[in-house]
């Protein structure tokens, strides 16, 4: 898995309540995506099934569950993900909690092509946000604090806001898999995301994959929505 920009970059999330909902993105978008985010709505309503299905289909799977437990715990949750076939994983980004999913993913049985991310300041977040949880800092400095312990964890990768991507690329170097959420197209709504930016700013600024929804999920083509977007990162 390149830790740069893909040929093709784009993560659909299938933010939907059922997997009948999820296949008919899924076949609306046919060959132009092939990776797919199976977030905590899909994974409650239908759990590893889906997944499988997926994986099963030839499709890379983003499985954002945002693990935080107990080490022991994350670990055994990791293995069974990782032994699954999934692509990526997101933890929170706590030290012990990152060091316990990557070993997780290394006891799993057979060559795992797993990935962990440690997810930083949720990009629905800002500065009263994280005030209101009794942080001080803002949020490019949360941002900062975690990906640095992200780095002495060993962690594959982080999720982290566009408005911070530059500013984490420089300090993991061309290691480490970042993905972007909060990415929308120029002139699209931001919904009920705060800090955001355009798919072209996020890959210059050195994200790896971007994690696009309502954009393409719900537009009245989502196969000519993502190839439209694809054309305008010019891959």
Do not use: W
Not at 134 to 142: E, F, K, N, S, V
Not at 183 to 200: L, M
Not at 205 to 219: D, E, F, H, K, M
Request: a neutral charge.
């Amino acid at each position: 898995m390149s830790n740069g920009p893909t040929p093709n970059p784009v993560i659909v999330a299938l933010d939907v309540a059922t997997a009948a909902e999820a296949r008919a993105i899924v076949n609306a978008c046919g060959d132009s995506i092939g990776f797919y985010k199976v977030g905590m709505e899909l994974y409650a309503a239908e759990g590893m099934p889906i997944v499988r299905e997926l994986i099963e289909q030839g499709k890379d799977v983003f499985l954002d569950l945002k693990f935080y437990d107990i080490p022991e715990t994350v670990k055994r949750a990791t293995a069974q993900v990782a032994k699954a076939g999934v692509k990526l994983l997101t933890v929170h980004a706590s030290k012990t909690v990152m060091r316990a999913a990557m070993e997780g993913k290394g006891e799993a049985k057979g060559d795992s092509a797993l990935r962990i991310l440690g997810v930083t300041v949720l990009t629905s977040f800002d500065e009263t946000d994280l005030a209101d949880l009794g942080y001080t800092r803002t949020p490019a400095d949360l941002v900062r604090h975690l990906v640095a312990k992200g780095i002495e964890a060993n962690v594959d990768g982080f999720v982290c806001s566009p408005l911070e991507v530059a500013e984490v690329r420089a300090a993991t170097g061309p290691g480490k898999i970042l993905v972007t959420p909060g990415v929308r197209p120029a002139g699209s709504d931001t919904g009920d995301q705060k800090r955001v930016a355009t798919p072209a700013q996020a890959i210059a600024n050195g994200a790896s994959y971007l994690v696009i929804g309502r954009p393409i999920t719900r537009a009245a083509d989502p196969a000519q929505a993502a190839r439209n977007l694809l054309l305008e990162l010019a891959v």
